[in-house]
Structure formats: C-alpha cells, structure tokens
C-alpha cells in the first residue's frame, strides 16, 4: 500500500479528520490504477445498448390538434329562459359551451376506439398497397370479434395519448405505431369520428329541442287564449271602470296578456332556430393541425440511451472496484 500522503493545513483547518482525506486519496488512486477496466466496462455497455437500440422497432408520433367552435345563437336561449323563468317555467339549456374535457372523455369512449380497430388503413410496407382494418394490422387475435375488439381497445389505449389546455381549449391528439403513416391515418380518423359524433349530437339534441318547444308553444298558445279571454269578459262586463279596483284589475289582466304574447313570440322565434338547426349541421370541430406523418422517430432515443447505458455501466464498474478494494484493503 502506498504511503499517505502528508494533509495540508488547510485541509487541517476546515476541521476535517486526516484519516477521512487519507481514506479518499486511498480510493481515488485505486480507481485511477483501474481505468482501463473501467473504460471498457464503460464502453462494452454503451456497444451493448447501442446494438439493443438498432435491434428495437422504431416507433414514430403523429399528433393533431383542434378546438371544439360553439354556435353564437346563445342569447335566444337566454332571453327564452329568462322570459319563462317568470312564469315558473324551466326549459334548462339550450346551447351550452363545450368542454374540452368532454371531447377528451369522448375520444377515450368505447364507441369510438371500436370505430377507429374496425376502420380500414393502408398496410404498412405492402407491395402493393393494401388495406385492412387496424384490428388485422396490429395483429390482434380473439376467438371472437368482441374479443378482439377488448384487446385492442387495451392495445389502442397504449398507443394513444389525449391532452387538453383548458386555458384555451385545444385538445392535442397523439398516436405512435411503428408506422409514420399509419400514426398519422389513426389520428385523423380519431377526428373525423369526433365530427361525426358531434354532429349527431347536435342534430339530435336540435330535434329534442325543437319537440320540447312545440309543447311549449301549446301550452303558451292556451294560456295566452284563456289571457285574452279573461281580458275579453272584464271589458264586457265593465264598459266603465273609474273604480281603483277595477283600474288595477283591468292592468293587472293586460298585463298578463302581454307577457303571454311575448312569450308566445320568443317560443316561435326558439322554434324556427331549432328547426334551422336540425338542417343546418355546421360540424363544430375546428382542425388546428392535422395529423401529419413524422419524419423523425419518437423512440428509441439512441443517443440518450447509450449515453445512460455508458453512465450507468460506468459507476457499476467503478462500484465492483471499490467493493473489491475494501475487501483487499480491510479483510
């Protein structure tokens, strides 16, 4: 063993004991008469890694992402709920934003992930180009198809990846595969479900709303008739009215009707906008980039693997040779 070398009295005066430096000099001569060993157990994990790396199939990311517009015909509602809202009458809402979280959950559903595996797509690297479903490309296999739609919902699950910016409200739609192509197809055609899905939605609730009004209308149709008929008998009944009791029926029964009769205008013009709405089915998915097919692969990183493998072989080595040292050094 070789001699310890003599501690400087600055060592000395930041109050660190000798034999702690001694013992620090001791284990880095031991590591530095070792670099060879080290080197090369440094090196044969960063080769080792890097052959892993070449080995594994490339995975590539498409990502698309959108907002969901909503329809600016909100005030009618509004002013419809407020106006029935003095007669006791809840109508809820018409019209409501949309959540970007809704979309995320309905990205995620069951409905569609079984639409997206039955879907056709390209085949990747086929001579000809040929098509099948995603369920046959991924090679899902199952006794039945409701089997192999449950275990590719499971597959489908790991290769998708949904986020969501409340702040302004894009949704960020991720997809890899070992195909840049095909990542891409995948998530456009997440999309085009969504549209559909919504489109349906909206054209479906228009009708409900417009079946829901056309019962108000006759409900607000009778009232305002049995208004005017009230109106009606205490003008025949009182060709003169000079009594403050007749004065205040008489405006009290006018303005019945006039509320019924703006009622009864509000729920027509609600009517003929739910109807326009069940023609008119503006798709609400606004598309701020579309999926496109990645030049670059998302994995494996090589680089950043073989420099963890070279990091980690490294103190491993180094780690063996201390253990060995102590050993030899203190038996």
Same mark, same amino acid.
């Given at each position: 063993m070789t001699a310890p070398s003599p501690v400087s009295s600055d060592r000395l005066s930041e109050g660190l004991p000798p034999e702690e430096e001694i013992r620090f000099l001791e284990l880095l001569g031991i590591l530095i008469s070792k670099w060879r060993m080290i080197a090369g157990v440094t090196l044969a994990g960063g080769i080792i890694v890097a052959i892993y790396s070449l080995?594994?199939?490339?995975? #590539?990311?498409?990502?698309?992402? #959108?907002?969901?517009? &909503?329809?600016?015909?909100?005030?009618?509602?509004?002013?419809?709920?407020?106006?029935?809202?003095?007669?006791?009458?809840?109508?809820?809402?018409a019209i409501t934003p949309s959540s970007p979280r809704v979309d995320a959950v309905i990205l995620e559903s069951r409905e569609i992930t079984d639409q997206v595996l039955v879907s056709v797509f390209h085949v990747p690297n086929s001579t000809p180009v040929d098509s099948a479903t995603l369920l046959d490309i991924l090679?899902?296999?199952?006794?039945?198809?409701? &089997?192999?739609?449950?275990?590719?919902?499971k597959r489908l699950r790991g290769m998708r990846n949904i986020s969501v910016?409340?702040?302004i409200g894009v949704v960020r739609l991720s997809v890899e595969s070992p195909s840049p192509a095909l990542s891409a197809d995948v998530a456009n055609r997440f999309v085009e479900l969504l549209k559909e899905f919504t489109a349906g939605s909206r054209s479906e609730l228009a009708g409900d709303r417009s079946h829901f009004i056309e019962g108000r209308m006759a409900d607000a149709e009778r009232a305002l008739r049995l208004a005017e008929d009230q109106l009606r008998l205490f003008y025949?009944?009182?060709? &003169?009215?000079?009594?403050?009791?007749?004065i205040v029926g008489e405006g009290r029964l006018r303005r019945e009707v006039t509320l019924r009769q703006e009622l009864h205008l509000t729920l027509s013009r609600s009517l003929e906008q739910a109807r326009i709405e069940e023609v008119d089915n503006v798709v609400e998915i606004a598309i701020i980039d579309r999926a496109a097919p990645p030049l670059l692969r998302s994995a494996p990183q090589r680089k950043r693997m &073989?420099?963890?493998?070279?990091?980690?072989?490294?103190?491993?080595?180094?780690g063996l040779v201390l253990v060995r040292s102590y050993f030899v050094i203190d038996p």
């Open positions: 080995w594994v199939t490339p995975i #590539f990311t498409a990502t698309t992402s #959108f907002v969901h517009s &909503v329809p600016g015909s909100t005030s009618a509602a509004t002013s419809l709920a407020g106006l029935a809202g003095q007669f006791g009458i809840s109508i809820g809402s090679e899902i296999e199952g006794e039945t198809l409701a &089997v192999r739609l449950d275990r590719g919902q910016e409340n702040v025949e009944r009182n060709r &003169v009215w000079e009594s403050p009791e007749l &073989v420099m963890l493998a070279m990091l980690l072989s490294g103190l491993l080595a180094a």
